[in-house]
């Protein structure tokens, strides 16, 4: 099983609409978890940060559910602009780990 | 503050040859991570650089290698190129505090002909 499993998409949207991701992740030990955006042949940028407690920024929120590892992502009044690839990263540490584990990503295309 | 800058942005080889791609950290950062992003795949884990030692790598074979200055910059090295090894090369550093992101460099777009 993958360490991080996303729902590749593609997910076509109209400008305005409510979109959500999901994200799963195999290892209960994983600590920190992140949502990261690629635009085509760029590199990949960090959106947000997830807390236990949910967290929001702007038109995005992210939630976190440690018992089920799972993690969402929701983006509100979609634009144009959000069109990319998201990405979910989980960050799990030990003695001789302490790399990213991200997603294959989920692809967002908002049309007019 | 300068983000994470990698060199050259764009290579192109042919097989069998040998490539040197370099990274420098964002001010203060110790770790370095490589990966590669194949063409319409996910990023694939590299290598993980921390106060000049490898800490990790991940599966890609012997001919994928690397080191980090005493500045934390880095170098990824690749000997006898293969045409699969065309891919966007990424760095990143991170901040070894707790629960902190990786920042990524532009890349290098690495073509083997």
């Known amino acids: 099983r993958k360490e991080v499993e996303q729902d590749p998409g593609p997910f076509n949207v109209p400008e305005g609409a409510t979109v959500a991701f999901n994200c799963t992740y195999s290892?209960?030990?994983?600590?920190?978890f992140f949502w990261y955006r690629q635009d085509c042949r760029k590199e990949p940028k960090l959106l947000m940060s997830v807390y236990s407690s949910g967290n929001e920024d702007g038109r995005f929120t992210a939630q976190l559910n440690r018992a089920s590892q799972y993690i969402s992502l929701l983006i509100r009044d979609s634009k144009l602009s959000d069109s990319a690839t998201y990405l979910c990263?989980?960050?799990?540490?030990?003695?001789?780990?302490?790399?990213?584990?991200f997603g294959r990503g989920t692809q967002l295309t908002v049309w007019p | 503050e300068a983000g994470v800058t990698q060199s050259p942005t764009h290579l192109i080889k042919t097989r069998g040859q040998q490539v040197t791609l370099r990274c420098s950290p964002i001010?203060?950062?110790?770790?370095v991570y490589w990966y590669q992003q194949a063409l319409g795949l996910g990023l694939q884990f590299l290598l993980w650089?921390?106060?000049?030692?490898?800490?990790n790598r991940g599966n890609f074979p012997p001919r994928f290698s690397g080191r980090q200055f005493p500045n934390y910059s880095s170098e990824l090295n690749v000997n006898a190129l293969e045409l699969e090894d065309s891919a966007l090369y990424l760095c990143?550093?991170?901040?070894?505090?707790?629960?902190?992101?990786?920042?990524f460099g532009d890349g290098t777009r690495l073509s083997i002909l």
């Open positions: 650089y921390d106060e000049g030692e490898e800490r």
């Open positions: 290892n209960s030990a994983s600590q920190s």
């Open positions: 001010s203060g950062h110790t770790s």
């Open positions: 990263v989980v960050n799990r540490r030990g003695s001789t780990l302490g790399r990213l584990y």
């Open positions: 990143a550093s991170e901040n070894r505090g707790r629960n902190q992101p990786q920042h």
